[in-house]
């Protein structure tokens, strides 16, 4: 570095987006003693973000009193369904008893307008400064290196010697500044939810759910969101139901339906519409997820700033998780302290930020998204068979296996195997299938 | 795509919800300027027949046009982005709305 660059402020570290990346390296930063300055565009943290969801917490428990965090129910039940466009479903459930203690396996369902706003509120706690409904519009840059955000405030010139960019899957802020380039559609997935309330005793009862447990439901097949690569999901809060369609963008793109009315087919299905049957909806969203995987990370370290959470693409999709929160946590985290090791050298240069790239390296963060790449990709190449023929032959399967009529069961039995061969093209193309899939559980 | 749903005996009809009446519970305060445009009109007329930032959108703002320049109802966005990866040419122009206004989610 040639010459100090005027830093014209009181703050050490500027960061874009009080979601749950931000603020988690915002708390991180000024436990460490750092003067932050959190910069969120909603009117207050939370209420521009959507989610499914279920809030993982193995990272959040360590750093505050999650017991005070407002949290809807945890995770009592998964259930996984395929389901067929003519009406079928074949599903599993899964309920440890486990499960139902605490720590209740991480895993909570929130609202994101009633969480973020209180995790926000544990950085300020901590230090932190936060301004609201202020964008940032592009960095500053000097000598190559971030020195500082314009925002569409007046005067709206902020600098400090370093930026945390944790501004979520829409990094207007991380492209302008030429940080990473636009995810391909292909790479990003479009997501509409609505909420639906219930008296909470008729939800406990349809769900079988009680006290603080819930449930958490998901969805595949053409029966969830036709011949697109993605899926549906349910999820029990404590009255209120969320209910969505997730699915890449670029099936969106060439769907005449559009999102809304994908939604509408799902709620539909014979294997849905009586969960969602009655209520009220509360509230309709949508919200964009990237899940390119580990290749379409972008740099994650610059020469005054750092990349986390969805800006830095960091979701696993793997068909069986969807895991963000966890990971948009687990990069601020790290994030804040390579952060605050540095500044404590004096340095915000690239090598001097090098140990959060290691660190996440290092964690089941990138692990899990190497581990899982090969998903997307698969996914989109066995299409037909996933999304569409394999829900139909199981459902015609399931029918065949258990028919009451007056023959043998052995007939039954080569019947619906035959139905699960025709969908995966012979014993040969089963072998194929499962050999392609085979890391979808280990 | 996926054709009319099945008629399964003894599934509950679920009423469907209007684009409209799902709008209606989404709370926002309008900017009064739309923080969304196509870059190049002429992209939209002469390169683009699909309409596929129409038919990716949540919320009904793009809507197809005679001419092939689609217009934009930007006060019904909920800013999720969509249309922004959804156009094959890179024609959307797309910021967020100043100042903290546009959707406010209660629940989200
Ligand atoms: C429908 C859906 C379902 C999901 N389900 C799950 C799930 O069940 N479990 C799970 O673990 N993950 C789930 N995810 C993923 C998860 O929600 C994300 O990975 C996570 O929210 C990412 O956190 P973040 O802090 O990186 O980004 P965000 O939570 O998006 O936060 C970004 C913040 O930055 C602000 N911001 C953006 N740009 C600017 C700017 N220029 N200036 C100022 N502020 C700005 C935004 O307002 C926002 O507050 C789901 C995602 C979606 C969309
Ligand atoms: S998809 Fe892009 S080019 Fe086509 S009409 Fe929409 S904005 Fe214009
Ligand atoms: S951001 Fe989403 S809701 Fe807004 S116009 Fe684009 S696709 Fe539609």
């Known amino acids: ?442 | 795509m996926s054709t009319a749903k099945p008629n399964v005996p003894d599934t509950p009809e679920i009423e469907r919800e209007s684009i409209e009446d799902r709008l209606y519970t989404v709370k926002y305060s309008d900017s009064g300027e739309s923080h969304l445009d196509v870059k190049v009109e002429g992209i939209c007329e002469e390169k683009c027949t699909n309409y596929e930032c129409v038919n990716a959108c949540p919320a009904d703002v793009w809507r197809a046009e005679e001419g092939g320049v689609p217009t934009i109802a930007y006060e019904n966005c909920l800013e999720c982005g969509t249309c922004r990866f959804a156009c094959p040419h890179g024609n959307v122009e797309w910021e967020y709305p100043e100042t903290g206004n546009g959707v406010s989610y209660k629940f989200g």
């Open chain 1, 1 to 442: 570095m040639s010459e100090t660059p005027n830093y014209d402020s009181e703050y050490d570290a500027i960061v874009v987006g009080a979601g749950l990346a931000g603020s988690t390296a915002a708390l991180t930063m000024a436990r460490d003693g750092l003067d932050v300055i959190m910069i969120e565009r909603g009117p207050s943290p939370g209420t521009k973000n959507v989610f499914g969801g279920v809030l993982y917490t193995p990272r959040i428990r360590e750093l505050t009193d999650f017991d005070d965090a407002p949290k809807e129910r945890y995770v009592a039940k998964k259930t996984y369904s395929m389901l067929s466009e003519e009406g079928d479903e074949t599903s599993m459930s899964i309920a440890p008893s486990s499960w139902r203690e605490e720590p209740h396996n991480n895993s909570w369902m929130v609202l994101r307008a009633d969480f973020d706003e209180w995790f926000a509120e544990q950085a300020v706690e901590a230090g932190a400064m936060l301004v609201t409904e202020t964008t940032v519009t592009d960095l500053i840059k000097e000598n190559g290196e971030v020195v500082g955000v314009e925002t569409d405030r007046p005067d709206g010139e902020l600098r400090a010697p370093m930026v945390v960019l944790a501004e979520g899957a829409n990094s207007l802020v991380s492209e302008a500044a030429g940080l990473k380039d636009r995810d391909d559609r292909d790479n990003v997935a479009v997501s509409v939810k609505e909420v639906r309330k219930y008296d909470r005793e008729k939800l406990e009862d349809r769900f079988h759910i009680d006290g603080d447990a819930g449930l958490a439901a998901h969805y595949f097949g053409d029966g969830a969101c036709g011949d697109a690569v993605g899926g549906g999901f349910l999820y029990t809060n404590k009255r209120t139901v969320s209910i969505g369609v997730v699915y890449s963008i670029e099936d969106a793109a060439h769907d005449k339906k559009t999102p809304d009315e994908v939604l509408e087919e799902f709620k539909q299905h014979p294997a849905v519409a009586p969960l969602v049957r009655g209520g009220r909806m509360v509230e309709y969203s949508a919200h964009a997820i990237p899940e390119g995987g580990p290749d379409s990370m972008p740099e994650l370290v610059h020469d005054g700033a750092v990349i986390v959470g969805d800006a830095a693409g960091l979701v696993l999709n793997s068909g069986v998780h969807l895991e963000g929160t966890n990971m948009a946590v687990e990069s601020g985290y790290h994030a804040g302290r390579a952060v605050a090791d540095a500044l404590a050298q004096g340095r915000t240069d690239e090598a001097a930020l090098a140990s959060y790239e290691t660190n996440l390296r290092d964690s089941y963060v990138v692990e899990n998204l190497e581990h899982y790449g090969w998903f997307m990709d698969t996914a989109a190449e066995e299409k037909e068979f996933l999304f569409d023929d394999l829900p139909r032959a199981l459902g015609r399967a399931g029918d065949a296996y258990f028919k009451m009529d007056n023959t043998p069961k052995d007939e039954h039995v080569s019947e619906a195997k035959s139905h699960i061969l025709d969908a995966t093209g012979g014993w040969l193309g089963a072998a194929k299938k499962a050999w392609k899939f085979r890391k979808m559980l280990s």
